[in-house]
């Protein structure tokens, strides 16, 4: 019982530390903090909600110009 306990809590951490690490996390983690809708963000950054959808999402890798 305590190895899987033991594994479970490895694999939290885990996760814990990859939504730390991942910018797209943290990008999504201010912008719920702050209230602001991606429709919001967006329209601030001058692009389709799509295309910013997808950088939350990790599915576009972000560039120094974005």
């Known amino acids: 019982m305590d ?10 951490n885990f ?10 996390f943290k990008i999504r983690q201010i912008r719920e903090l702050k209230n602001f809708t991606q429709d919001y963000m967006a329209a601030q950054l001058e692009m389709s909600t799509r295309a910013y959808s997808k950088i939350e999402s990790g599915e576009t890798q972000l560039t ?3």
């Not at 996760?15 to 991942?22: A, E, G, R, S």
Request: no cysteine; charged share 15%; proline share 4%.
């Open 3 to 12: 190895s899987i306990f033991e594994l479970f809590i490895l694999y939290l």
């Open 15 to 24: 996760k814990y530390l990859n939504m730390i690490i991942d910018p797209h």
């Open 64 to 66: 120094v110009n974005r």
